[in-house]
């Protein structure tokens, strides 16, 4: 009697199911350009430019289960990262606009807790963005090539058919360029120059919601 309890018990979650779509608000941050300064100019940039909205779409599918607690996935995302900010220089005010947005791979862990509908994440996503930001009627774009580190934690909503499920995570990529110092506020191409060579966000919060089945 308490085997068939077990077994019920564990049939209960879901992990039988094949497919997973997500959906995901991420808070992205780590530009720290409200923090740079350039020699004898001040507070170059102000405004939210730090920290940013965006989106992350998923379609994951179950690639291996070994018993009623352990599933590895694998899947594909779209995403984007915004921010808004202002660039300050000769006493005006630019408006200023970042922007990374592209597609990515990834490869999931999920570790469930019996009975209660709880599972840890692990996983690593290879995402690949277009990366623009704008101010004053010019523009630096650049391709990046990141691989993320995502940590979070799943919770299922009870349900029979379906397993609609709330989530959140930690991401933060596995190598990425460190933001760099200038020295000069008059040399704007230099400016863009750098903003292309590694000023992207460096890590995200992200909460959602989604649905295996």
Do not use: C
């Amino acid at each position: 009697m308490r085997l068939a309890l077990l077994s019920l018990s564990f049939a209960a979650l879901p992990l039988s199911a094949q497919w997973d779509l997500r959906l995901e608000l991420p808070r992205p941050s780590g530009q720290s350009l409200p923090q740079t300064l350039l020699s004898g100019s001040g507070q170059l940039v102000s405004g939210d430019l730090d920290s940013g909205r965006g989106f992350i779409a998923s379609a994951n599918r179950r690639l291996f289960q070994l018993g009623p607690l352990l599933k590895l996935e694998g899947g594909v995302e779209v995403s984007q990262f915004t921010a808004d900010g202002s660039l300050n220089q000769g006493g005006t005010t630019q408006a200023t606009k970042l922007k990374q947005q592209g597609l990515g791979v990834g490869l999931h862990a999920q570790l469930w807790v019996p009975f209660v509908g709880l599972a840890g994440e692990f996983g690593l996503i290879q995402r690949l963005q277009h990366y623009r930001y704008d101010t004053a009627g010019a523009a630096s774009t650049k391709d990046l090539s990141r691989t993320w580190l995502r940590v979070g934690a799943r919770w299922r909503i009870p349900s029979v058919v379906v397993h609609p499920y709330l989530a959140a995570s930690y991401q933060q990529p596995v190598t990425k360029d460190r933001p760099v110092k200038l020295s000069s506020s008059s040399d704007l191409a230099a400016y863009f120059s750098a903003q292309g060579s590694g000023q992207e966000f460096e890590r995200l919060w992200t909460f959602g919601v989604g649905v295996a089945f």
